[in-house]
């Protein structure tokens, strides 16, 4: 029997009695309210944050640079076909020539002055 009249004081003397100490509910109680408000902290934080950058960019709306309007094409100008002799008549004053080549196109010649 001496014994397990020492173990006995040891096991008192490791775990206090039982009335000695909070409950397991209070323990309980203690921890879940601790995780609920961390929980509330950081759902306003985000929250907040999200305020904060709904209006900053409710405000800063208007200050970025409008896109230019898209250019739009000019209509290109009539084209008609020239005669050979309307052709030449543009570069009165300077020698030029329509050639025949064999295949059947033609070129229109211009003979420029060497400046030396």
Known sequence: MNHDNSHRELLDDLYPPSGAGPDYDIV???VRAHHTARRRRRSAAVLGLLI???????FLR????QAPPLLVAKPSPQLRQLNDDELLDMFAGQPAAIATLPDGTQRLLLVVKAAH
């Open 52 to 58: 904060s950058l709904g209006a900053a960019a409710f």
């Open 62 to 65: 208007h200050t970025t640079p």
């Open 28 to 30: 309980l109680g203690m």
